[in-house]
Each structure stands twice: as structure tokens, then as C-alpha cells.
């Protein structure tokens, strides 16, 4: 069985889209977390918000300790999941963590914020949270990959990495 993949990152950065992307090339499974989040709760992610964050994060870091347990799957994680060590924590259990890194400038191009909350006001708040999380990121990663370029491409990086064909590319292990 081999480790899992998990993408992390701002929101916006191509993690569900990527993720989607290696699921169909390398056969695994698939999960988002928002998208497991709403189908177990019956709820948005912005209802759950509107509940609390705090409440959303509770439910987000129970979901983190059961997709945990799954194996052969690409996991697609909340922009927020390293705002709790625990999750990553739980995830590298059985997983090998890329850091997701897209410019933020990039991001603001075509992030669609009506189911992103946090970026309810207007996509500036995206600076705010590179500011804050950028370091969480960074030290949560096994690998960083750079996302400025076609995501068939950084698929590519990925799965070499994945499979320990070491081949070059971007992606680089991350000395922290
Ligand atoms: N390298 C890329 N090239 C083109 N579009 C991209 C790239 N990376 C991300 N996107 C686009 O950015 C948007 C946000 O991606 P998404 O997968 O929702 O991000 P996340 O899950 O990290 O929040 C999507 O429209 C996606 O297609
Ligand atoms: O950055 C965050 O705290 C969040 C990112 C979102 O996922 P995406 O990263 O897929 O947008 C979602 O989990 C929620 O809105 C909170
Ligand atoms: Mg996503």
C-alpha cells in the first residue's frame, strides 16, 4: 500500500483541483476535506462557520483523524489545517505532505470566495493569511512545490516524488 498524499496550502493555492488531477492519473482515491466535512455534517462550510470557527475547526480536525486512517488516497486539506498541529500530526501517520506554494498574486486571479468564508470580504485577506501561515506551511511540508506552472506539470513533480523516482523538477525536500 503506498503512503498518502496530502496537498496543502492558502486557499486558492490548486489543492482540490490538483488533487482530482493525481487521483485520475495515479488511481487513488480522493477526498477533500471541505467537501468530506459537508457531506458527514449535512452542512456548508459557510453554515458552519456562521456556527463558529472554532465549532468548523472541532469538526475539521475530527475529519482530519479519520481520513488519517485511509490508505492510497490523495487528501486535499482546508487551507486552515496548520493552524492545529494535531492535524498534521494525524495526516503524516500515513502520509508524505506537499506544500501547495501558488503566489498569492496568481491566487487573487481566480479564487472564488462566495464558499470561501474567511475571504468573504474581498480576496485581500489572502495576504494576510500567507502572512500568517506561511512558516506553518514551511514546516509542515515533506516536499514544497512551486504551483506556477500548467497543474499536469506539478502533478508530474508530485508523483515522481511520490514514487521515489527523485526525477528534477521543483519540488525540493524541505530542509526543515
Ligand atoms: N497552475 C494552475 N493553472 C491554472 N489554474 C489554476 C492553477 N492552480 C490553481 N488554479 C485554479 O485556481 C482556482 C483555485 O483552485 P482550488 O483547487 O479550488 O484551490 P484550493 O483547493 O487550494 O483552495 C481553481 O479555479 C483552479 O483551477
Ligand atoms: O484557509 C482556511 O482557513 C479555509 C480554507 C477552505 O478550504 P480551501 O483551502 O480549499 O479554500 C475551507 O477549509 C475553509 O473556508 C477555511
Ligand atoms: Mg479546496
Not at 115 to 142: M, S, T, V
Amino acid at each position: 500500500m503506498g503512503k498518502n498524499i496530502i496537498l496543502i496550502g492558502l486557499p486558492g493555492a490548486g489543492k482540490t483541483t490538483l488533487g482530482k488531477l493525481l487521483s485520475n492519473i495515479i488511481g487513488y482515491r480522493f477526498i477533500d476535506s471541505d467537501a468530506f466535512i459537508e457531506e458527514k455534517t449535512g452542512k456548508s462550510i459557510t453554515d458552519l462557520f456562521q456556527i463558529g470557527e472554532d465549532y468548523f475547526r472541532n469538526i475539521e480536525s475530527d475529519a482530519y483523524k479519520e481520513i488519517a486512517d485511509f490508505e492510497d488516497t490523495i487528501v486535499s486539506t482546508g487551507g486552515g489545517v496548520v493552524k492545529r498541529n494535531e492535524n498534521i500530526v494525524a495526516l503524516k501517520q500515513n502520509g508524505t505532505v506537499y506544500y501547495i506554494d501558488r503566489a498569492v498574486e496568481d491566487i487573487t486571479h481566480d479564487i472564488e470566495v462566495s464558499h470561501r468564508p474567511l475571504l468573504k470580504d474581498g480576496f485581500e485577506r489572502i495576504y494576510a493569511l500567507k502572512a500568517e501561515r506561511e512558516a506553518l506551511y514551511q514546516d509542515a511540508a515533506d516536499f514544497v512545490v512551486k504551483n506556477d506552472k500548467p497543474l499536469e506539470e506539478l502533478a508530474a513533480e508530485i508523483i515522481a516524488h511520490h514514487i521515489g523516482a527523485g526525477k528534477e523538477g521543483e519540488a525540493h525536500d524541505n530542509p526543515q
